[in-house]
């Protein structure tokens, strides 16, 4: 094992994060070609802003400490360009005496904003704020960028500014890295509370077994297998990787308690530790491999996609699931055998004899007669509260019920922050790409706490510390003996058990209402969930309290152009040539007068009638003399080469009042104005840039959700038919998942919920965990059936055992990743939310929907054999 784990913790280290347009869009596409070739490479940048705060910020004091930030930063790796109001006064002050420099006077400065006003107004929005622009490529890595951020706060303190003037660094670079910040320090806290609620849950849940807790450590062993090979098998780690672990979690820990749960149960049963370790592996290992597989062929619908982080999500989940099964068969199992062994022999005399007896624990080797050894304290106060808790079942509901409303009532007077942020360059692709960051490391630092809790448990099972373990020649009571009849187990059953088997009762006994209004409630579902948005703002998964972000809008209503673009590439011949850049010209105004929503174009025509008295010159030896003299800094966001040349269309906050659907209908307008206002021969134009990019993108990660959904349900039931060759079996667990399909879009719909690019793929853990949760608890069912028991009896004794340990790692998932719907990025609630909701529904069903839908499809066929026969 250990062997293995060196090896996996090698293979993590290889897993290379994938956030590069090569994740959203195959490189064979037409629009990774526009968007990463022509546009990402040649023309992108990204500005870094300093706003200069106070009470006079045209004096020769301020501009002279603008000027030394501005040539420190010139020096920086990474900076391509720094404007500021004391760069156009030097420029200004050439012109005017020959002198490249501020002058020392206030009045001097004075005089050269009254020169050309205009340029300054982008620069200095009013008296009191001064706006320093760094310009950084768009192809920087957040590496790259922060050390350009590091180096600007030292420069910062270098320059000089007089006493009493606030400096803010914001833009998008600096925001996306503040978002990164945000996202580790609360992923931290986050995964710490998901934690301790899955270790409380299996305290309460799976407190019928000994070392209850040993699931986790196990599942968590398996994730760290699934990284190893993810490494070795070239898998990246991309932004949709997150919503891979609910499902492998999930998954992993299902398997493990099942393995566990049933190794107890024959333990309990009379059975030595080897016995019950084979009819463990006899019993449970087919039935798990065989939910596992119906799992996998759930998963391979998302190898449909045309986003490769779909597929690699994909990928993730068929090794995740194999990684988490062999973990639980294997080491789970052996863990378990030999704590179990050890317990017994006692081989090496290390465990104090006790003479008091167990309450929870069974000796398989003396079932006539009980000693009871004390239960931790934590443990006993987790037994009463839990005790508590279903003696006052009705009273606590009706309480929180009734607190919940009023909840909900004072809720509406909450204020809600409506002013939202919007750049193009912080986009979703930004935000979820520092989520999957910030997890990797936590995700890690979960494991190494889970092999430490892995330790921890073998080294209590040799020491003892607490006499947790029985002498081998200790009685213990029974929880359950197989050769009792239903009656009998009901009455020894336990709270949980007990209220199992009413539900199966219950179910059974009201099968047709349930099963229609299941079904009908589904269909319902299904309808509603097309009117389910899916949420493309982007701007929206950021906390909007963030100080960083505050910042950022005020520097928005500083200064224009800082919202969304089009950005039209032309591929010419000759960029000198005269008519390409009339045509240019022309298209430029045709766009700002005739479409509401372009505010500004912007290219090198633009620079060259400003350096040729507002008109563009005749012949190309005047252009290319022009060129010339433009400083390369400037050109450089223009034209590239001599056959590449960019119009910027600025259309605003596009994202935030158009959004996706709008930004693709402004693109498609813009497009049959270039069919009716053509550009010149031989002169090829396309509409790319970051905008457009998101068009596709976001419309290709949630399109097709509910196609890939029906596709895997179906390629299921297919291979349930080809495995049972059994109807009954094969439509029995696939009836449950259509039905959660549908319950899902209903409360999505109920609740005003909204899909976003990480939800949207969670279909998989439908897929994953309803079919796991229906094939387990009928294998079980046929199994009590050959040993003798009718279908109700059949489906009790399934329900009491199965169905514990399901309800053992529903609840523990359920409760984890509920911890998400606190995170402060309202896109990790919403996460975190559907996650909650679809395993509940998953659980749900399993129990409500499933018992009476086996037993009445079972019967059904045993009444149609025995009239034929």
């Not at 196990?218 to 070795?232: A, N, P």
């Not at 919920?753 to 387990?776: D, N, Q």
């Not at 009590?784 to 329900?799: R, S």
């Amino acid at each position: 094992m250990f062997l293995l784990i060196l090896l996996s913790l090698e293979g993590a280290q290889m897993i290379e994060m994938a956030s590069g347009t090569e994740t959203f869009v195959s490189k064979g596409t037409q629009l990774y070609k526009d968007y990463d070739h022509l546009f990402k490479k040649n023309f992108q940048t990204e500005n870094i802003i300093v706003m200069v705060e106070g009470t006079e910020v045209k004096s020769s004091a301020v501009m002279k400490a603008a000027d030394r930030l501005e040539h420190n930063m010139l020096t920086v790796p990474g900076v391509l360009s720094v404007t500021s109001p004391a760069t156009l006064i030097k420029q200004i002050n050439y012109k005017v005496s020959g002198r490249a420099k501020v002058p020392d006077s206030d009045r001097e400065v004075q005089d050269i904003l009254n020169i050309q006003p205009g340029m300054f107004e982008s620069l200095m929005p009013d008296d009191t704020h001064m706006v320093l622009v760094i310009k950084v490529a768009g192809s920087s890595t957040d590496q790259q960028r922060g050390d350009i951020l590091n180096t600007l706060d030292i420069s910062l303190k270098e320059a000089g500014f007089p006493p009493g003037y606030g400096l803010i660094v914001t833009g998008s670079p600096a925001l996306r890295l503040d978002i990164n910040k945000e996202i580790s320090q609360s992923m931290g806290i986050l995964l710490g509370i998901a934690s301790l609620l899955m270790i409380v849950v299996l305290l309460l849940v799976f407190r019928h077994v000994r070392w209850g807790l040993l699931p986790l450590p196990v599942v968590l062993l398996g994730v760290l297998f699934t990284f190893g090979l993810m490494g070795y098998a070239g898998v990246p780690m991309t932004m949709v990787s997150m919503a891979a672990f609910p499902v492998l979690i999930g998954l992993g820990i299902d398997y493990a308690i099942q393995f566990h749960n049933r190794m107890e149960e024959e333990i309990r049963a009379g059975k030595s530790s080897g016995k019950a370790l084979v009819l463990t592996i006899k019993h449970t290992g087919p039935a798990v491999l065989i939910a596992l597989a119906m799992t996998a062929l759930g998963f391979i619908p998302l190898f449909t996609s045309t986003i490769p982080m779909i597929q690699d999500f994909g990928k993730l989940l068929l090794i995740g699931v194999v990684m988490c099964y062999i973990s639980a068969l294997f080491f789970g199992l052996v863990i378990l055998y030999s704590f179990d062994w050890i317990s017994r022999t006692n081989p090496f005399g290390l465990f104090k004899k006790k003479k008091e007896e167990l309450d929870t624990e069974i000796d398989p080797s003396n079932s006539s007669a009980a000693k009871v050894q004390k239960a931790q304290a934590l443990e006993r106060f987790l037994m009463k509260v839990a005790d508590f808790a279903i003696e006052h079942s009705r009273v606590i509901l009706v309480i929180s019920l009734l607190t919940c409303f009023i909840g909900i009532y004072v809720d509406q007077a909450i204020p809600i922050q409506t002013d939202i942020i919007t750049d193009q360059s912080v986009t979703m692709i930004d935000i979820i790409s520092a989520l999957a960051s910030g997890r990797v490391f936590m995700i890690m630092f979960g494991i190494f706490l889970g092999l430490v809790a892995l330790y921890s448990f073998y080294w209590i099972s040799r020491k003892n510390p607490f006499g947790l373990f029985n002498k081998k020649d200790e009685k213990i009571e029974t929880e359950t003996d197989p050769s009792n009849s239903p009656v009998a187990e009901v009455q020894k059953a336990k709270a949980l058990e007990r209220a199992l088997i009413k539900i199966a009762d219950f179910t059974i006994e009201h099968s047709r209402i349930i099963l229609v209004i299941s079904l009908l409630t589904c269909f319902a579902g299904i309808y509603a969930d097309q009117s389910v948005p899916i949420q493309t703002d982007t701007n929206t998964f950021i906390p909007q309290d963030m100080p960083s972000l505050v910042n950022y809008k005020q520097m928005q209503d500083l200064i224009s152009g800082t919202g969304d673009h089009l950005n039209i590439i032309l591929k010419v011949k000759d960029n000198s040539d005269p008519e390409v850049l009339k045509w240019m010209d022309e298209f430029s105004q045709y766009e700002v007068k005739n479409r509401g929503h372009v505010y500004e174009a912007t290219s090198i025509v633009d620079l060259l009638k400003e350096k040729n008295g507002g008109t563009i010159p005749e012949t190309s030896e005047e252009i290319r003399k022009i060129y010339g003299e433009i400083p390369e800094s400037q050109k450089k966001g223009y034209i590239q080469g001599s056959q590449l040349l960019t119009i910027d269309l600025d259309i605003g906050q596009a994202m935030e009042n158009l959004e996706i659907t709008g930004i693709k209908e402004l693109r498609d307008i813009v497009g049959e104005d270039l069919q009716w206002l053509q550009p010149p021969p031989e002169v090829t134009v396309i509409i790319t840039g970051q905008s457009v990019a998101m068009i596709d993108i976001i419309s290709a990660l949630t399109s097709g959700r509910v196609f890939m959904t029906m596709l895997g349900i179906v390629l299921v039931l297919l291979g349930l038919l080809v495995v049972y060759r059994d109807y009954v079996k094969a439509l029995s667990p696939i009836v449950p998942m259509f039905i959660v399909v549908g319950w899902s879009g209903l409360v999505m719909s109920g609740l005003g919920l909204s899909y976003t690019p990480m939800t949207a793929v969670l279909g998989a853990l439908i897929l994953g965990v309803g079919s796991e949760y229906s094939i387990l608890m009928m294998e079980r069912y046929f199994e009590e059936k050959e040993n003798g028991l009718d279908p109700v009896e059949a489906i009790n004794q399934a329900m009491t055992t199965t169905g514990s340990a399901l309800i053992a790692s529903g609840a523990t998932t359920v409760f984890g990743f509920s911890a998400l719907i606190f995170s402060p990025f309202p896109i990790l609630s919403n996460f975190g939310l559907v996650t909650v909701i679809d395993v509940f529904l998953a659980i749900f069903v399993t129990f409500v929907v499933f018992p009476p839908l086996i037993v009445m499809m079972d019967t059904h066929r045993e009444k149609k054999k025995a009239g034929i026969d």
